[in-house]
């Protein structure tokens, strides 16, 4: 799916607000989904929205594939900002705004693209150190 009129009325945005700083998750593109482990760490309520830098503010480290669940929101490129699509890939942002262009292009094998590269960097140096 590729549709860019997800959210046409203004109601139906509210539940995409930021618990923290109020910035809209489905109006910039960070909607996406974590393991309930990762998700109770940072929000133990387990209510609400958090952009990618508040969450990342309550975990006190950057998120990595590991964090992310295998949900088909998550597989919703052109509904990602670059800053998830770096998470989720485990790349830097400035390669992310060019892995988006890429995946723009190659709808198709975007699916493809993305699971690679995530397999690729789970391991990789960028890793940020966790207590797991
Ligand atoms: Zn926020």
Not at 19 to 35: F, K, Q
Request: glycine content about 4%; proline content about 6%.
């Amino acid at each position: 799916m590729y549709e860019d009129d997800f959210y046409d009325d203004e109601e139906d945005l509210e539940p995409f607000v930021c618990l923290d700083c109020g910035v809209n998750t489905a109006l910039n593109d960070e909607y996406y989904m974590l393991t309930g482990e990762v998700w109770k760490e940072a929000d133990p309520d387990l209510v609400g929205m958090l952009c990618i830098n508040c969450v990342e503010l309550r975990l006190g480290r950057q998120l990595w594939p590991e964090d992310f669940i295998k949900s088909p929101i998550n597989y919703l490129h052109s509904r990602l900002s670059a800053r998830v699509l770096a998470r989720f890939c485990g790349i830097p942002d400035t390669e992310a705004e060019e892995l988006l262009v890429i995946l723009q292009n190659n709808k198709k094998e975007a699916p493809q693209i993305v699971e690679q590269l995530r397999i690729k960097n789970l391991k990789g140096p960028n890793k940020p150190k966790t207590r797991r």
